[in-house]
């Protein structure tokens, strides 16, 4: 059974910087692709950034490249993000999320953990 649970959230001022954790389980990390998604109040579902073992890439939206990263420990099946430079547009409610058995990255993933608040204010 697929499982994801996020931790890592928070109050943040501008500039500032969090990590998010993803803890995956049911799914080998190594060969599904995994991501995270955000909601902001009032804006529809935006895709932040995705790794994909079949091209071996990480991918992100516009809005946060540059400033967010992307990685995985396979070994303990977890998926970070790291943010970096935060702004208060990047206040939402992260999601991970995946969609297994796809190797390559989804929007419309079949699997989302319970989502953790990020806020970003002075």
């Known amino acids: 059974q697929v499982q994801l649970v996020e931790s890592g959230g928070g109050l943040v001022q501008p500039g500032g910087s969090l990590r998010l954790s993803c803890a995956a389980s049911g799914i080998p990390l190594d060969r599904i692709a995994i991501g995270w998604f955000r909601r902001a109040p009032g804006k529809e579902r935006e895709g932040v950034s995705c790794?994909?073992?079949?091209?071996?890439?990480?991918h992100y939206a516009d809005s946060v490249k540059g400033r967010f990263a992307i990685s995985r420990d396979i070994a303990k099946n977890m998926v970070y993000l790291q943010m970096n430079d935060l702004r208060p547009e990047d206040t939402a409610v992260y999601y991970c999320a995946t969609d297994p058995p796809k190797a390559y990255c989804s929007g419309s993933p079949s699997y989302w953990g319970q989502g953790i608040q990020v806020t970003v204010s002075s």
């Open positions: 790794f994909s073992p079949s091209d071996g890439r990480s």
